[in-house]
């Protein structure tokens, strides 16, 4: 049925039938050159797979520990720029421990989201506090996030020299982005 077909986890296998019918018709394609290339697809993917997995149960058990209601409880009448900063600063440290940078974006966007439904609390727009989440979700690209083997992986680095270029250019992203963010509410609020 549709449903059925229209499952995630059955769309990839027809997905991954369709790629391997698709590499045996090649005329140069044998049975051991297929081995080997699915071989490598896997053991590449499998890394970037479990990485990912991994980080999203540990984004899981950051948002089950109740730090939501500890920050909306300090008191939303205090927003400022520092909140700014403060979303920026939790969304990179979280991203940074566990790797993936949409399970923070969404776990920093759900602890501040009383601060965005009410945006008479804040000195500035709301949608500032949606760039400085993104701006954080850049910082510290590192070998727990799976965008980091992706691009180590299929760009042929080493681990050092993966670390050497996408770390520091990640963080030259946020900082910039937060820079720009700070700048944007202080001198065009919106409000």
Known sequence: TVETLGD??????I?????MGTLITRPSMTRNKMAAAISAALSSG???ILITSAGG?????????????VIAGTG????????????FALTTLIRTAQGSSTVAMITVASIFSPLAL???LLPYHPVYLALAVGCGSK?????????????????GMTESEALRTITPMSIIMGTVGLV???????????V
């Not at 995630?8 to 296998?13: S, T, V």
């Not at 720009?180 to 919106?190: K, S, W």
């Open 46 to 48: 499998g890394v970037i």
């Open 118 to 120: 009410q945006p008479e």
């Open 57 to 69: 149960g540990f984004g899981a058990a950051i948002r089950q520990s109740g730090i939501k209601e």
């Open 15 to 19: 997905a991954a039938l369709v790629a």
């Open 180 to 190: 720009a963010t700070v700048a944007g509410a202080l001198l065009f609020p919106l």
């Open 139 to 155: 910082p510290i690209a590192w070998m727990a996030d799976s965008g980091f083997w992706v691009i180590c992986k299929m760009s």
């Open 76 to 87: 939303a009448e205090t927003a400022t720029i520092g909140t700014l900063l403060l979303v």
């Open 8 to 13: 995630k986890n059955i769309a990839l296998i």
